[in-house]
């Protein structure tokens, strides 16, 4: 069976906010040619403020992903980097007016359905892997987070979550070749808990959140006047909180959905290994940090063997 590379059909138009930083920024996705990657052009800075899609230029992993290449910085391009994954994109020019790619609707979801109906087109040149030849295990010790990779002839991820929360519990999920990406794991959407938000906005974060683009998971009730100065933060009339420890501002699409959103998240950083991976993935507790640094080691290996 054929597997060559893919790139879009037609042109994307993409407007929002900055999830960090508040700004609006307005977003185009273009086709490109075989073995282009994926590149981001700053159209701010110029014509030719390209930087690539590649966990080389990885800066800053706090509440997103950030690359950086000289004046050129790109900011929290994860869920847009695990649609191209999933979609099986390969090759696209991503044009944006700021730094931070729009957090829409805190999920994958708004490029699946733009993208999807329009299928992609397939392109004159086979596909490369990455193909894991011998096992990496990276623990970070601050934190607990671990991931292991296996050789294996095809892509899976097994990962759990567990953040000591009695509303979360411990999650998990399965990811392969059969797992219908655009409905199992686009929809999932960023997560925080409720006593993090004030510290978030106050070290300048999140100032682009708003309470239709995360689950709020709030541990313990809480007092009203909390509440109160949650909604005033989020410029609504009210928030409350569920019997089954979520802010009532929107309802869960899966029991798991945050292991789900995890695994959308690692989807999006092993993408900056800048080929699609051959290995068997178990990761727990993941986040940016260990995500991209795992990536490191993967294209490491591509930069000193050519591997595929």
Not at 87 to 92: I, K, R, S
Not at 93 to 101: G, I, K, Q, S
Not at 236 to 245: A, F, S, Y
Not at 265 to 285: E, M
């Amino acid at each position: 069976m054929s597997d060559r590379q893919k790139t879009l059909k037609r042109e994307y138009i993409f407007e929002g906010k900055g999830l960090h930083s508040g700004q609006n920024v307005r977003m185009k996705l273009s086709p490109a040619p075989v073995n282009h990657g994926i590149r981001f052009l700053r159209k701010d800075l110029g014509d030719r403020a390209v930087i690539e899609a590649l966990v080389d230029y990885v800066t800053y992993t706090q509440r997103g992903t950030t690359l950086e290449n000289g004046e050129v910085r790109i900011s929290t391009l994860e869920h847009l980097m695990a649609a191209f994954y999933g979609l099986g994109v390969d090759n696209a020019l991503v044009t944006v007016d700021n730094f931070e790619v729009p957090i829409l609707d805190g999920s994958a979801l708004p490029y699946v359905r733009a993208i999807l109906p329009d299928g992609l087109d397939e392109q004159g040149a086979e596909r490369q892997y990455l193909v894991v030849r011998e096992p990496i295990h990276y623990k970070d010790e601050k934190s607990g987070s671990e991931i292991t990779v296996l050789p294996a002839e095809e892509f899976s991820v097994d990962l759990t979550i567990d953040f000591n929360s009695h509303v979360l519990g411990v999650q998990k999920f399965h990811y392969d070749g059969s797992t219908d990406f655009a409905r199992e794991v686009a929809p999932c959407r960023t997560f925080v808990f409720f006593h993090e938000i004030e510290f978030l906005f106050k070290n300048n974060l999140i100032k682009g959140g708003d309470l239709d683009n995360a689950l709020v998971i709030v541990e313990h009730p809480v007092p009203e006047e909390d509440l109160a100065r949650m909604a005033a933060l989020f410029n609504v009339e009210k928030v409350d909180r569920l019997p089954e420890g979520y802010l009532d501002n929107v309802r869960l699409h899966f029991p798991n959905e945050c292991a789900r959103h995890k695994l959308l998240d690692l989807l999006g950083d092993f993408s900056l290994v800048g080929r699609r991976i051959k290995g068997h993935v178990t990761a727990d507790k993941s986040g940016h940090r260990i995500n991209t640094a795992v990536a490191q080691i993967m294209r490491r290996e591509i930069l000193r063997n050519g591997n595929n």
